[in-house]
């Protein structure tokens, strides 16, 4: 079945250190976004990407890199620059172009203590 | 400022008790409005792309309107497997990107 999987579903980190989240998709899509959500927000966009070894950033993005370099691939870097980690972390794709919903994976929560 | 406002931000409701959930936007140029459910700890699952005002859309017990200002998630005779949070985003102008509201959480009672 197509879908997106996202990995781990709970990762521990220590302050100072980077970690980054495994986004995978088999929807042949061309478009791939990381968001973020906390407890009574909205999701903020973190990055997206719209085609191959390119990508934008989002709203939220001090902190945070990524990479495209595979279709199928968009791993998010939460680095030790981000002030506030600990949150819940979604990645979704979605064909381009205007009307096209995302699809989501079940995400990561991402605990920094 | 929000540009997308959901309300209420949480809802609690006895099986069978009908009711509505709103979306409220202030943007123009509004090309498509997105309904999700999410269940805790999982991600958003696609419901409906409302696209024009006067345009309705159901699925079982879910039925969505759109007006020019807002949107409404109806859910008739709910049972406590709709318990989730809902969640609205809209698609304006030539930007792809969607905005989400920050949720409704319902709670149907047994």
């Known amino acids: 079945d197509g879908g997106i999987t996202q990995s781990p579903k709970y990762l521990f980190r220590k302050e100072g250190q980077n970690v980054t989240l495994s986004c995978e998709q088999n929807l042949n899509h061309d478009a791939m976004y990381w968001y973020r959500q906390d407890p009574g927000q909205g999701l903020r966009l973190i990055y997206y990407?719209?085609?191959?070894?390119?990508?934008q950033k989002g709203d939220i993005a001090e902190g945070y890199s990524v990479s495209r370099e595979k279709k199928e691939s968009f791993p998010l870097t939460v680095t030790s620059a981000q002030k506030n980690p600990t949150a819940f972390y979604l990645c979704a794709s979605s064909m381009p172009g205007l009307n096209s919903p995302l699809h989501f994976g079940n995400g990561t929560r991402l605990t920094v203590t | 400022e929000d540009q997308v406002t959901q309300s209420p931000e949480a809802l609690r409701l006895q099986e069978g008790e009908s009711s509505s959930l709103n979306c409220s936007y202030t943007?123009?140029?509004?090309?498509?409005l997105f309904w999700y459910r999410q269940d805790p700890g999982k991600g958003p699952e696609f419901l409906f792309t409302?696209?024009?005002a006067g345009e309705e859309k159901e699925k079982e017990r879910l039925k969505a309107t759109l007006t020019k200002k807002e949107s409404f998630l109806h859910i008739t005779a709910p049972k406590p497997e709709d318990s989730a949070t809902y969640l609205c985003a809209v698609q304006v102008g030539g930007s792809y990107i969607p905005t989400f509201g920050r949720g409704t959480s319902l709670i149907v009672h047994p």
């Open positions: 943007v123009s140029g509004l090309r498509g």
């Open positions: 990407s719209q085609i191959v070894n390119d990508f």
């Open positions: 409302l696209y024009s």
